[in-house]
């Protein structure tokens, strides 16, 4: 598994951009508690080593609050709290993955910690395989497939349908914009 500094530097151009292989979508993968996840590169804003940041009071337990990044405030979402995983303690991989996502308001940053960042995946179309339909109960309306890469399953997160379900964390970073 690579560090997060040495995953986006291989991965990433000379200019910062990521590349196109053959035509697939790039996705970054993630890991949290020994799963793999993985969203749209495109998205990717920055990837920083997990820094304290400042909590909001009566926020949801999986935003541990906001940061500063080059006078923007980012929420920052703990993302094993987020999907009821257990907690642990940050290690020198943790990291936060600072990415845009669409809202009713616009686009928005939005930061998420995860375990450690793996690889740029290529997917292709065809790799995709739908989400199991498990009726009622699990909501999965996020994830927007499976892939299988290199022995591992990955899930393709929909990071606008994955936060927007969290409305209250941009409505607390309009909030701390004000101030």
Do not use: C
């Not at 196109?20 to 749209?40: H, K, R, W």
């Not at 999986?62 to 920052?76: A, F």
């Not at 909501?139 to 969290?166: P, Q, R, Y």
Request: charged letters at 25%.
């Amino acid at each position: 598994m690579a560090t997060a500094a040495s995953t986006q530097a291989m991965q990433l151009g000379q200019d910062g951009t990521p590349g196109q292989d053959d035509g697939g979508t790039q996705f970054l993968s993630f890991v949290l508690a020994d799963e793999y996840y993985g969203i749209d590169i495109l998205r990717v804003q920055e990837i920083k080593g997990w820094t304290p940041v400042t909590r909001v009071p009566q926020t949801p337990e999986h935003m541990k609050g906001v940061l500063n990044l080059r006078g923007t405030i980012v929420p920052i979402i703990d993302m094993r709290m987020r999907f009821s995983l257990e907690e642990v303690e940050y290690t020198p991989l943790t990291v936060v993955i600072v990415m845009s996502v669409k809202s009713d308001s616009g686009d928005r940053l939005v930061g998420i910690v995860v375990d450690a960042v793996s690889d740029v995946l290529n997917v292709g179309e065809d790799d995709i395989k739908p989400t199991p339909d498990f009726g009622d109960t699990v909501s999965t309306e996020f994830i927007n497939g499976l892939a299988s890469v290199d022995d591992k399953m990955v899930m393709l997160l929909d990071a606008d349908k994955l936060f927007n379900v969290d409305k209250l964390v941009f409505d607390q970073a309009e909030n701390q914009d004000k101030e």
